[in-house]
């Protein structure tokens, strides 16, 4: 299946806690290069995937979110006059 460019497909990332069971919805362009389905999260930069299959894709994806933010939440450098939240939504 190919979808045309720029058409993005939404899945739901979720995410257990010990506190409370968290998803959020977020939105991923997906497409096909070849044999290989491919994904790109628009709202988080650098956060790319790819898989065999388009099956496999929303795994993929999950972790390649769930990595990212687990990184991007041990980033201790902000600038002075910004602050960190953490929301759940």
Known sequence: MSLPFGLGLSYIYERDTEESKTA????A????EEDVW???VPA???CHTWADSHEQLP???R???QGW???ASEREELE???QLVELSL
């Open 24 to 27: 959020m919805k977020i939105k």
């Open 80 to 82: 002075p006059e910004k």
């Open 59 to 61: 795994e993929m994806l």
């Open 38 to 40: 491919c994904a790109s």
């Open 44 to 46: 988080l930069p650098g």
């Open 63 to 65: 972790d390649a979110i």
């Open 69 to 71: 933010l687990e990184v």
């Open 29 to 32: 362009v997906v497409w096909q």
